[in-house]
Nanobody, 121 residues
Framework: QVHVAESGGGVVQLGDSLRLSCEVSGIDRPGMGWFRQALGKSREFVAAVAWHGHGARYADSVKGRFTITKDMAEDISNLQMNNLAAEDTAVYYC????????????????WGRGTQVIVSS
């Protein structure tokens, strides 16, 4: 059984940085990624990376500000978020799948329970 657990959310100020972490077990060589859902909006793709830590992909809205990493030895993915803006406020979900492409498409993924990020002015 695949188990996904996020951590690292919180309340920050405009322009601050925050790092989210996701730990997974129960799946070999997983693609990992992050989605987010703001209040009243649909869940949207943020970033994804392959099991070996290469091939990262980002939503246009976060390119240049967010960085996704994955430790190949341990199935942990981090999402470093810099220069946070009000529109980054959302619940962030870790997604795990067989490949990074599956994760980007939300195809046959396992979701974490989510962690709240609030960017305050």
């Amino acid at each position: 059984q695949v188990h996904v657990a996020e951590s690292g959310g919180g309340v920050v100020q405009l322009g601050d940085s925050l790092r989210l972490s996701c730990e997974v077990s129960g799946i070999d060589r997983p693609g990992m990624g992050w989605f987010r859902q703001a209040l009243g909006k649909s869940r949207e793709f943020v970033a994804a990376v392959a099991w070996h830590g290469h091939g990262a992909r980002y939503a246009d809205s976060v390119k240049g500000r967010f960085t996704i990493t994955k430790d190949m030895a341990e199935d942990i993915s981090n999402l470093q978020m810099n220069n946070l803006a009000a529109e980054d406020t959302a619940v962030y979900y870790c997604a795990v799948g067989k490949t990074a492409a599956d994760v980007r498409e939300g195809r046959e993924v396992t979701w974490g329970r989510g962690t709240q990020v609030i960017v305050s002015s």
